[in-house]
C-alpha cells in the first residue's frame, strides 16, 4: 500500500487559481508513475494529467495549456496547477500513483494506489 495524501483544493472563482499537492510517504514517487484524476457526482472518475516514470507528462484535453504537473523530487510531491480554473473543473480531485511505466495519460485502472481526493468548487 502506498499511502497518498492530497491536500490544497478548496473555493475560487472562474478565471483563479490553485495549487494542488501529492504526498507520498513510504515510496519515492520519482519511482512511480503518479496521475491526477476528478470525478464529479454520477460521472466516470477522469483522468487529467499523469507524470511517468521518465517524467514525460500528459494532459486531457479539457485542462491542456490550463494545468501544469510537476514533480520535487527534495519533497517527494507531485503537484498539479491549475490556472484559468472553469465552473466545469469543480470536482473531488485524487491523485494516484503505480510502479509500472505508463506511457500516456493512464486511466483508473492503470493506478494500484489512490488518495482520498481533494474538493475543487469553482464558482461563476
Known amino acids: 500500500e502506498v499511502p497518498l495524501v492530497e491536500s490544497g483544493g478548496g473555493l475560487v472563482q472562474a478565471g483563479g487559481s490553485l495549487r494542488l499537492s501529492c504526498a507520498a510517504s513510504g515510496v519515492t514517487l520519482n519511482d512511480q508513475s503518479v496521475g491526477w484524476f476528478r470525478q464529479t457526482p454520477g460521472k466516470k472518475r477522469e483522468a487529467v494529467s499523469t507524470?511517468?516514470?521518465?517524467?514525460?507528462?500528459y494532459y486531457s484535453d479539457s485542462v491542456k495549456g490550463r494545468f501544469t504537473i510537476s514533480s520535487d523530487s527534495a519533497k517527494n510531491t507531485i503537484y498539479l496547477q491549475m490556472d484559468n480554473l472553469k465552473p466545469e473543473d469543480t470536482a473531488m480531485y485524487y491523485c494516484a500513483a503505480d510502479p509500472f511505466p505508463l506511457r500516456g495519460l493512464g486511466v483508473v485502472d492503470d493506478f494500484a494506489h489512490w488518495g482520498p481526493g481533494t474538493r475543487v468548487t469553482v464558482s461563476s
Open positions: 507524470i511517468t516514470r521518465d517524467r514525460s507528462t
